[in-house]
């Protein structure tokens, strides 16, 4: 584990760097140009100042560089009777850098963004993998379930 890796909640001050991490997860292997990548960093401001408590986004840094994201979309589920409050999240682009991987930093992101879906109360995460990362998240107490992933509140 590297000892200058920091694991926070991302601001709005990181949506350029945000940016340039989504486009290497969506991307991979396409630098934009610069009128693109200036575009795309202004929508995911847009986007992020749009989402409120909606979406949480934890970042890891090394050396102040932005080098992982882990994103998670808040919802609120139909109330039942004697259950009025269900909330649930969906852990989304999970990525750190190729050239970090292997690390612990996937760890810690997800470490860190589920234990932020605890302390809001989120009592269920799903999640979306490729087969060939599901083990992560099985080690993360994440199990199968129909082709999706979950992990409910301990």
Known sequence: MPSD????????????ALSALRWRW????????????????????????????????H???????LVGMAWLALFDRVPNPGDAVRRSGDVQSVFVVP????????????????????????????????DSVMPFYERLGFTAQGGMMTRSRR
């Open 26 to 57: 969506a991307q991979p292997g396409r630098t934009p140009g610069p009128d693109e990548a200036r575009e795309f960093a202004a929508a995911l401001s847009g986007w992020l100042r749009s989402q409120g408590e909606r979406s949480v986004c």
């Open 5 to 16: 890796l920091v694991i926070r909640p991302a601001t709005l001050v990181d949506a350029p």
């Open 99 to 130: 050239e970090h991987q292997g690390r612990g930093i996937g760890r810690r992101l997800m470490e860190s963004l589920c234990g932020a879906a605890d302390e809001l109360g989120v009592r269920k995460l799903t999640l979306d993998s490729r």
């Open 59 to 65: 970042v890891a840094t090394l050396d102040g560089v």
